[in-house]
């Protein structure tokens, strides 16, 4: 049964989420010499809902792979080896992505630390749809 545009499949490992609309930030090396990618949600908030229910339902867990900024835009954050891209990724420009949201659960010295990353199976451009004009 094929799932419906937008819906959340649900396991206990990961939340996938299809065709969200972003737009391409930049690119930067993080401390760990990882580059990592920024993207900004074009969609409403509410289509992250199941991932941010998820964190509300458990406040344990950590979504540093996305945040809200002072003037209320919402950040995905994904290192770039999560990222499956053909071409390069181009400043400013929106994309639909695919995004896979894959839990992780790591012991540390001061406990369990539970979280989910981003992978992203899927990007493309976002097509620029044409306006007819009546002339």
């Known amino acids: 049964m094929a799932s419906k545009k937008g819906r959340p499949k649900n396991n206990n490992n990961n939340i996938?989420?299809?065709?969200?609309?972003?737009?391409?930030?930049?690119?930067?090396?993080?401390?760990?010499?990882?580059?990592?990618?920024?993207?900004?949600?074009?969609?409403?908030?509410?289509?992250?809902?199941?991932?941010?229910?998820?964190?509300?339902?458990?406040?344990?867990?950590?979504?540093?792979?996305?945040?809200?900024?002072?003037?209320?835009?919402?950040?995905?954050?994904v290192k770039e080896k999560w990222l499956n891209v053909a071409d390069d990724l181009q400043t400013l420009t929106n994309y639909v992505i695919n995004a896979d949201f894959t839990a992780y659960s790591l012991d540390t010295d001061n406990g369990n630390v539970r979280g989910y990353y981003i992978k992203i199976p899927k990007i493309k451009k976002k097509k620029i749809e044409d306006v007819n004009d009546d002339n």
């Open 16 to 77: 996938i989420i299809n065709d969200i609309n972003v737009e391409y930030l930049s690119t930067k090396t993080d401390k760990f010499d990882n580059s990592v990618v920024y993207l900004k949600l074009t969609d409403p908030k509410n289509k992250l809902k199941p991932i941010i229910d998820t964190q509300a339902n458990d406040k344990d867990i950590k979504l540093s792979c996305i945040w809200t900024t002072d003037t209320q835009d919402v950040i995905l954050k």
